[in-house]
């Protein structure tokens, strides 16, 4: 059994930065491969980023080059820093592991002027 419990959205301007955490029940989350999806209003859940257990990244092409996830496997914790958002990056940010098994309840991210 994994829980994860995000944290850190909330309301910026554009061309601001956020800093996502998403902390990780368990003592097997050094193995885990982690992700963050976002669900904007009206779309459908997206995914952002992922990070293998070795630390390998990859990133959606809407935010390659402004988003950086990292882990800390000491703190059972995955990051996610957002520079530079935008509008469209509005939207309820996920993490997520197992090949989608386990979701967190989500943090609220809000880019507005």
């Known amino acids: 059994q994994v829980q994860l419990v995000e944290s850190g959205g909330g309301l910026v301007q554009p061309g601001g930065s956020l800093r996502l955490s998403c902390a990780a029940s368990?003592?097997?989350?050094?193995?885990?491969?982690m992700d963050w999806y976002r669900q904007a209003p009206g779309k459908q859940r997206e995914w952002v980023a992922g990070?293998?257990?070795?630390?390998?990244?990859n990133y959606a092409d809407s935010v390659r080059g402004r988003f950086t996830i990292s882990r800390e496997n000491a703190v059972d914790t995955v990051f996610l820093q957002m520079n530079r958002l935008k509008f469209e990056d509005t939207a309820v940010y996920y993490c997520s592991t197992l090949n989608g098994e386990y979701w967190g309840q989500g943090t609220q991210v809000i880019v507005s002027s």
């Open positions: 990070i293998s257990r070795a630390g390998s990244t």
């Open positions: 368990g003592s097997i989350f050094g193995i885990l491969a």
